[in-house]
């Protein structure tokens, strides 16, 4: 069982709307969670992390944890056709400190 | 600062020639990751170095080697390529640690045949 799930997608939004992508994690005791954006054929890019203790926003993302549920989500709002690309999530196993767990990736894109 | 870079691109093998893929990172990092990259699969961890002089299995290491040359190199190297190891190697490099961010080189894109 893969430790970090996402839906592959893709995701498809008009220009302007928010998108929505969600990651789930088996690992109930997992601490960060890191998301990364990956142009096609560039390699990953990291956009945003967030710890346990709560949300964040960066500018128009905003990461968000449902520790109950076991996911965490990035709010993509005013979504740009420059914003179409594979967003991976990756957590860390509580076994490791050096690991870090990815996700398949959720391919998103924004129509113009 | 050029980040992290890895050599070569491109490379075509075939099944049985071995081939080292380099990798270095000019930013001072501890830390240092190989990953494949496959087509549905996401990033997969081959081999990690946590700091100089150490190196670590990661979820997939079989029928890979490496070698933590100094602070700044870390290269992969495939003994016997099959064609199961075809797919995009990609180089990381972090402050210390999986809680930092990984920053990637730009990959290469092995073909085994």
């Known amino acids: 069982q893969k430790e970090v799930e996402q839906n592959s997608g893709p995701l498809s939004v008009p220009e302007g709307a928010i998108a929505s992508l969600n990651c789930t994690y088996s690992?109930?005791?997992?601490?960060?969670f890191f998301w990364y954006r990956q142009y096609s054929g560039k390699s990953p890019e990291l956009i945003m992390f967030?710890?346990?203790?709560g949300d964040k926003e960066d500018g128009r993302f905003t990461a968000q944890l449902n520790k109950a549920s076991q996911y965490v989500s990035l709010l993509i709002r005013d979504s740009q056709p420059s914003d179409s690309a594979t967003y991976l999530c990756a957590v860390p196993p509580m076994d490791s400190s050096y690991k870090l767990i990815f996700g398949s990736g959720t391919r998103l894109l924004v129509r113009p | 600062n050029a980040g992290v870079t890895q050599t070569p691109k491109f490379q075509v093998l075939k099944t049985g020639q071995s081939m080292t893929l380099q990798c270095a990172q000019d930013m001072n990092h501890n830390s240092m990751y190989w990953y494949r990259q496959d087509p549905g699969m996401g990033l997969r961890l081959i081999y990690y170095s946590a700091s100089e002089g150490t190196t670590d299995k990661g979820e997939v290491p079989n029928g890979y080697n490496v070698s933590r040359l100094n602070k700044r190199e870390f290269s992969l190297r495939l003994e016997s390529a099959a064609p199961s190891q075809t797919s995009v190697y990609f180089c990381a490099s972090s402050v210390l640690g999986s809680t930092d961010t990984q920053y990637f080189g730009p990959g290469t894109r092995l073909t085994v045949l």
């Open positions: 967030i710890y346990s203790n």
């Open positions: 690992d109930r005791g997992s601490q960060s």
